[in-house]
């Protein structure tokens, strides 16, 4: 039976304003909705994690089953978030099901149209051909007075804050060390 948008909306307003009365009548839902995530988790391994979205590290715990993830949500043992995410920290597990997702290295060749698949491996050596070359061209060892200064203008490093600091440690001395000076983070808390 097709439903027009009208129909439907009608119909959805009266269950809400049925379940509204009820709430006002003092029904709490909060045990029917504390046995329904129960009952969605009850079998699943809980493995604390960290929101990968920005510098705070609000805690979550993963949910997984047979190695699939079924839920992630805030960490109430968390001394800083307490259990609560914001908005995009709350759509993780939405993000890591998304059938859109990029699960696959794509390249598009200088002239082409389409996208292909590549490897990772070749992915990863075609990266640092490219900064290599774009070193070499643009390396300058001396200013024209003389001034010494190692470096390249040509390459941009952008750091993350969801970056551990180990990790952003190293991506630091790896450009500084390549002679780039145009080294971001935004992480800023």
């Given at each position: 039976?097709?439903?027009?948008?009208?129909?439907?909306?009608?119909?959805?307003?009266?269950?809400?304003?049925?379940?509204?009365?009820?709430?006002?009548?003092?029904?709490?839902?909060?045990?029917?909705?504390?046995?329904?995530?129960?009952?969605?988790?009850?079998?699943?391994?809980?493995?604390?994690?960290?929101?990968?979205?920005?510098?705070?590290?609000?805690?979550?715990?993963?949910?997984?089953?047979?190695?699939?993830?079924?839920?992630?949500?805030?960490?109430?043992?968390?001394?800083?978030?307490e259990g609560c995410l914001c908005p995009k920290g709350a759509a993780i597990y939405q993000l890591h099901k998304n059938p859109n997702r990029a699960t696959?290295?794509?390249?598009?060749?200088?002239?082409?149209?389409?996208?292909?698949?590549?490897?990772?491996?070749?992915?990863?050596?075609?990266?640092?051909?490219?900064?290599?070359?774009?070193?070499?061209?643009?390396?300058?060892?001396?200013?024209?007075?003389?001034?010494?200064?190692?470096?390249?203008?040509?390459?941009?490093?952008?750091?993350?804050?969801?970056?551990?600091?180990?990790?952003?440690?190293?991506?630091?001395?790896?450009?500084?060390?390549?002679?780039?000076?145009?080294?971001?983070?935004?992480?800023?808390?």
């Amino acid at each position: 039976m097709a439903l027009s948008r009208r129909e439907f909306v009608q119909a959805s307003a009266g269950a809400g304003t049925a379940l509204g009365s009820l709430v006002g009548l003092g029904l709490s839902l909060k045990p029917a909705t504390a046995r329904a995530q129960t009952l969605r988790i009850q079998e699943a391994k809980a493995t604390p994690s960290v929101c990968p979205y920005c510098s705070v590290g609000c805690a979550t715990i993963v949910h997984t089953i047979e190695g699939e993830i079924v839920n992630i949500e805030g960490d109430p043992r968390s001394p800083h978030n307490e259990g609560c995410l914001c908005p995009k920290g709350a759509a993780i597990y939405q993000l890591h099901k998304n059938p859109n997702r990029a699960t696959k290295v794509l390249h598009r060749r200088p002239g082409a149209t389409e996208w292909e698949e590549v490897d990772l491996d070749w992915a990863m050596d075609r990266v640092a051909e490219l900064v290599q070359r774009t070193r070499d061209e643009t390396f300058v060892e001396r200013l024209s007075d003389g001034t010494l200064v190692n470096h390249t203008t040509a390459i941009f490093s952008l750091g993350g804050a969801t970056l551990d600091n180990e990790w952003n440690h190293l991506q630091q001395k790896l450009m500084r060390g390549l002679g780039i000076v145009a080294i971001e983070n935004q992480a800023r808390i």
